[in-house]
């Protein structure tokens, strides 16, 4: 048994080490994952590294090609526009069904997260800054108190985040109009003006750029593997 549980740690380990590189963008959409480079940069063997793929392939992350390696995908144009449109769908709503008294809290809450988001851009700390943004966007989903949207909402998580990192530059061009229009969502959630939040957020979510490295149709990119 403790074999067993050693090869399920393994896998884990290397599941979760290489889902937050292709999500943070350390490994780029037409980049060919090898396993051996892959499990000499985790010190495991190979058989956890191929679990971890193919558990990675399930959920759309690669294509493993046998012989070959793993090639990370992107997210298609359709899809970001059907993520942004399911976000909008279930925030609004958290909002929306939310009481006065948890949006009041729920805006003293969020105050409060504007300042540790203006904190990690003064320290230039891109992934704290994204950290806080989706953890932000999720707790309108929180307001609602129900279990059910807020399970629908994770399942958007990974791909929220791949998104945010994927839009590299101009996310952190925007920054400063990001936190603004928090702001101005937090306005509209203490005023209880659900329409008001509800074309803010359009607006806010809409600015997300609908080209962030789609999947890849041309040339293939090696991995230079380092874990985290």
Do not use: C
């Amino acid at each position: 048994m403790a074999n067993a549980s050693d090869a399920a740690s393994a896998s884990e380990r290397a599941y979760q080490t290489i889902r937050d590189a292709i999500l943070d963008g350390t490994h780029e959409p037409g980049t060919m994952l090898g396993e051996a480079p892959l499990a000499a940069s985790l010190g495991v063997s190979r058989t956890p590294v191929r679990v971890a793929l193919a558990r990675l392939q399930d959920e759309g992350w690669i294509v493993v090609y046998p012989k070959r390696g793993a090639l990370v995908q992107g997210l298609s144009e359709r899809t970001i526009a059907e993520l942004a449109d399911a976000r909008f769908i279930l925030e609004t709503t958290g909002v929306d069904r939310a009481s006065d008294a948890v949006r009041q809290r729920l805006a003293d809450r969020l105050d409060a997260s504007l300042d540790e988001q203006r904190a990690a851009l003064a320290n230039d700390d891109t992934r704290l800054f994204i950290d806080l943004t989706r953890a932000f966007h999720r707790s309108f989903v929180e307001a609602s108190d129900n279990s059910v949207l807020l399970e629908l909402y994770e399942r958007l998580s990974d791909r929220h985040r791949f998104v945010l990192f994927a839009s590299g530059d101009r996310l952190r061009a925007r920054a400063t109009e990001i936190i603004r229009e928090h702001e101005r969502l937090i306005a509209h959630v203490r005023t209880g003006s659900v329409e008001a939040f509800s074309t803010a957020l359009r607006d806010h979510i809409a600015e997300v750029p609908s080209e962030v490295n789609p999947r890849p149709t041309g040339g293939l990119r090696t991995a230079a593997v380092s874990p985290e």
